[in-house]
């Protein structure tokens, strides 16, 4: 039998404590494990000073982690961390799967250096059309979209939308559609408990958890929502909210009874809690493919209102309700927050959806699947 190495870059690390790509590599990497896989993923760690940033291993359930310091703040942190890790891992034997093309030119010395195997790139969302980028940062991330699709040797596309999208610049034969995966939420899994420090209850409120930011539709949310929705009924919203950013400014004038920002959650039982229990889910997103949010909202079964554009519609099929503006979005929360019918009738169009295209040991056979045509 072949070897079967693989190296994961382009995450922040395992265990996941962070965002999508970080729990799809923990889910990755331990179902590469438990197959016979020699599996090694890098991980971001904040260094304590310029001086102590050498690189490190160690060992965490049965897969090899390589721990990789970085001195510095902004933006400029990953790309420095992406050069470190990729330099680390440039002679490295086995299959290098890089989860995102943000720093793609820089995995052209897996190329020189590791000719005989294979980097094969998940290349997320069309991250140089999100409106928050400067002009500049557009450009850089345009051009590794471009250098990713030829560096790599083949490409993963999480929607096929994606997968369209990236046909512009390579043959469709060297491209694969693998959606995001979502755990199934349910009892077993939380703990409605956490509800009472929050100062909720049970099916009583709306949820949004996302990025605080103009593309996700957030102030057309807490808007809509402070005007429409029923008085006893808060949203809850978790993301990151800063004191210096205008946007955020305007988003907690609406902060009260109504609305309530809990910041980022990192807890898993919290999080999958504040998602089992609540009324609806709503996912503003405009910009980018299967979204992990969205798929953790439909494997916890919720209600989804979304906002209206190929890639949700793709996501959430027939059972979401679909909004254009806050005055769409606004009328739909006059209806369906208080059509018990039409709820229920979302939550299992949601299970079943979950069910049929979203369970993780489906994806994960997928990638893996993928992966072994490369060693």
């Known amino acids: 039998m072949k070897s079967r190495q693989i190296h994961i870059l382009g995450t922040r690390g395992i265990p996941a404590k962070y965002g999508g790509f970080e729990t799809f590599a923990e889910y990755l990497a331990l179902y590469l494990k438990d197959k016979g896989w020699d599996v090694t993923v890098y991980c971001e760690e904040q260094a304590v000073d310029v001086f102590d940033q050498k690189i490190y291993t160690e060992d965490w359930q049965g897969i090899h982690l390589v721990i990789v310091p970085v001195k510095s703040r902004g933006y400029i942190t990953s790309i420095i ?41 998940n290349m997320d969302g069309i991250e140089w059309k999100r409106a928050k980028w400067p002009w500049y940062v557009k450009i850089w991330f345009y051009i590794n979209e471009l250098l990713g699709s030829r560096i790599a040797h083949h490409m993963v596309a999480d929607h096929p939308d994606i997968q369209k999208h990236l046909e ?15 755990a199934s939420v349910n009892e077993n899994n939380t703990d409605e408990k956490h509800l009472k420090n929050y100062d909720i209850k049970a099916d009583q409120y709306g949820l949004v958890i996302a990025r605080l930011v103009p593309e996700n539709n957030i102030l057309d949310i807490v808007q809509s929502w402070s005007e429409s929705a029923p008085k006893d009924m808060p949203l809850v919203v978790l993301g990151n909210l800063s004191k210096d950013i205008n946007y955020h400014k305007k988003l907690r004038s609406f902060e009260g009874q109504d609305v309530r920002f809990l ?5 898993q039982e919290i999080v999958r809690t504040l998602r089992y229990y609540c009324r609806t889910y709503i996912h503003g997103h405009s910009v980018g493919g299967t979204n992990p949010s969205l798929v953790e909202g439909i494997a916890a079964g919720n209600p989804i209102i979304a906002h209206d554009n190929p890639f949700n519609r793709w996501v959430a099929k027939e059972g979401a309700v679909y909004f254009g503006d806050k005055e769409e979005l606004a009328e739909h929360l006059k209806g369906f927050l208080q059509d018990e019918e039409e709820l229920a009738a979302a939550r299992a169009v949601s299970m079943r959806n979950h ?14 699947a993928l992966l072994l045509k490369f060693i």
Not at 168 to 182: A, N
Not at 263 to 267: N, S
């Open 81 to 121: 961390y992406d050069f470190k890790a990729i330099w680390h891992a440039k002679r490295r034997k086995g299959i290098c799967l890089v989860l995102g093309y943000n720093t793609a030119i820089f995995n052209i010395l897996n190329r020189i250096f590791s000719p005989g195997h294979a980097i094969i790139m």
């Open 263 to 267: 910041g980022a959650i990192y807890d």
């Open 168 to 182: 512009r610049h390579s043959k469709s034969d060297k491209i694969t559609m693998i959606p995001y995966g979502g």
């Open 355 to 368: 069910v049929e295209h979203f369970r993780w040991d489906d994806v994960l056979q997928q990638y893996e």
